[in-house]
């Protein structure tokens, strides 16, 4: 069983690496266009044939269908690992656990958001995602330049980062209900 010390870091390293594979795969997509991204779609009997090359699929195809719905309902759940680390938040830690533990809360909002933000942008008609980028893009550089200014409104010493995390974390649930709330029910 891990130290109560350890849990935070552990989950803080799987919120981190969640974080970044699904901004890599996302990357990867986004670089691509619609036919290279179909391309590397494979159809539920080329996976077992592992001989067989993978080949684009038509858009119309039986097979591209089943290959989306195969995965359509996969969507990473990090709630209960949010639920946890605000369980932990609320017991008195010392400060450097209480700063480690709302920056790994941080990070799974983040990832949440930046989830949510994806799902929100697949549901946009095409023409309306590159406002929708510049949006975002507005809102980070508002949530960098409050965070900023909470730095230097805040207190040195262990207040400081613990002052600079709850901005981030408000800043990021807001936006995280704005973008929920657009999503289709």
Same mark, same amino acid.
């Given at each position: 069983?891990?130290?109560?010390?350890?849990?935070? #870091?552990?989950?803080?390293?799987?919120?981190?690496?969640? @974080?970044?594979?699904?901004?890599?795969?996302?990357? +990867?997509?986004?670089?691509?266009?619609? @036919?290279?991204?179909?391309? #590397?779609?494979?159809?539920?009997?080329? #996976?077992?044939?592992?001989?067989?090359?993978?080949?684009?699929?038509?858009?119309? =195809?039986?097979?591209?269908?089943?290959?989306?719905?195969?995965?359509? $309902?996969? +969507?990473?759940? !990090? $709630?209960?690992? !949010? $639920? +946890?680390?605000?369980?932990?938040?609320?017991?008195?830690?010392?400060? &450097?656990?209480?700063?480690?533990? /709302?920056?790994?809360?941080?990070?799974?909002? $983040?990832?949440?958001?930046?989830?949510?933000?994806?799902?929100?942008?697949?549901? /946009?008609?095409?023409?309306? #995602?590159?406002?929708?980028?510049?949006? +975002?893009? %507005?809102?980070?550089?508002?949530?960098?330049?409050?965070?900023?200014?909470? %730095?230097?409104? =805040?207190?040195?010493?262990?207040?400081?980062?613990?002052? !600079? &995390?709850?901005?981030?974390?408000?800043?990021?649930?807001?936006?995280?209900?704005? !973008?929920?709330?657009?999503?289709?029910?």
């Amino acid at each position: 069983m891990a130290s109560p010390l350890l849990k935070p #870091v552990l989950w803080g390293t799987c919120a981190y690496l969640v @974080t970044a594979l699904a901004y890599l795969g996302v990357q +990867q997509l986004m670089s691509r266009s619609q @036919t290279d991204a179909d391309a #590397v779609l494979v159809a539920p009997a080329e #996976v077992e044939e592992a001989t067989a090359p993978a080949l684009p699929l038509d858009e119309a =195809s039986a097979e591209h269908k089943a290959t989306r719905s195969a995965i359509a $309902d996969w +969507q990473p759940n !990090i $709630d209960d690992a !949010i $639920d +946890q680390l605000e369980e932990i938040l609320i017991t008195d830690l010392p400060p &450097g656990e209480l700063n480690a533990t /709302l920056a790994n809360l941080n990070t799974l909002y $983040d990832t949440q958001l930046y989830l949510t933000f994806i799902e929100y942008l697949a549901n /946009l008609p095409q023409e309306e #995602v590159p406002a929708a980028l510049r949006e +975002q893009q %507005h809102w980070l550089a508002t949530r960098k330049e409050l965070i900023r200014r909470s %730095h230097d409104q =805040s207190p040195e010493g262990n207040l400081t980062a613990y002052s !600079i &995390g709850e901005v981030y974390l408000q800043t990021t649930r807001l936006r995280l209900d704005e !973008i929920s709330q657009r999503l289709p029910q």
